[in-house]
């Protein structure tokens, strides 16, 4: 069974980093086709990509938050970590992690999501 | 402001068919696949069309996606109370070399 977890601060305050780390079981993340991304969804918006890292550890970045954000992963405690600079109160979300399987170039599972309010 | 558009709401009564649409560019949707996401209130989203028209085991023929050019459209025929739930296309751009999200389509059963 796959699943995939979401931790880290519940509350940041503006200009601090963020971290998030996706912890996964059920598969592996070395494995050609394998990817996990980060999606945010702020109260009430859309679904916003953030990042991705793939089994080869190549990744990709939003384009509008390229500079803020950092994503790795660690395939032996498979753990993928994403990190957010800067934080201001508009990226106050809830933050997803997905995976990617190859054979669907779709995100297949989810997370529950974790909420991360920005206040001082 | 979303790189794929879709319409802000759709709405239709059990049973009826409805259709949610999504319009992009040659750099995503005219080139590569589309997948759909349904969002049922409070909880993660849920795979529900990749690959344009596929549907994962799980997810009922009710379900249909389909793709013409830089358009692609999600199809709910038979409509049931579960179906309400808002619901956002995915895919590929190769222009921004990135994951692209619609701006999702809240579906209300009436």
């Known amino acids: 069974q796959v699943t995939l977890r979401e931790s880290g601060p519940a509350l940041v305050r503006p200009t601090q980093t963020l971290t998030l780390t996706c912890t996964f079981s059920?598969?592996?993340?070395?494995?050609?086709?394998?990817?996990v991304s980060w999606i945010r969804q702020p109260p009430g918006k859309a679904l916003e990509w953030l990042a991705l890292?793939?089994?080869?550890?190549?990744?990709y970045y939003s384009t509008a938050l390229k500079t803020r954000l950092t994503i790795s992963k660690d395939t032996f405690k498979d753990q993928v970590v994403l990190t957010m600079t800067n934080m201001d109160p508009v990226d106050t979300a809830t933050y997803y992690c997905?995976?990617?399987?190859?054979?669907?170039?779709?995100?297949?599972?989810w997370g529950q999501g974790t909420v991360v309010t920005v206040s001082s | 402001q979303s790189v794929l558009t879709q319409p802000p709401s759709a709405s239709g009564t059990p049973g009826q068919r409805v259709t949610i649409s999504c319009s992009g560019s040659t750099s995503n949707i005219g080139t590569n696949s589309v997948n759909w996401y349904q969002q049922l209130p409070g909880t993660a989203p849920k795979l529900l069309i990749y690959f344009n028209n596929q549907r994962p085991s799980g997810v009922p023929d009710r379900f249909s996606g389909s793709k013409s050019g830089t358009s692609a459209s999600l199809a709910i025929s038979g409509l049931q109370s579960e179906d309400e739930a808002e619901y956002y296309c995915?895919?590929?751009?190769?222009?921004?070399?990135?994951?692209?999200f619609g701006g999702g389509t809240m579906l209300t059963v009436l």
């Open positions: 059920g598969f592996s993340l070395s494995t050609q086709g394998m990817c």
């Open positions: 890292i793939d089994w080869d550890g190549d990744k």
């Open positions: 995915e895919g590929w751009d190769d222009s921004v070399n990135a994951r692209v």
């Open positions: 997905a995976r990617i399987l190859g054979v669907y170039n779709a995100f297949d599972v």
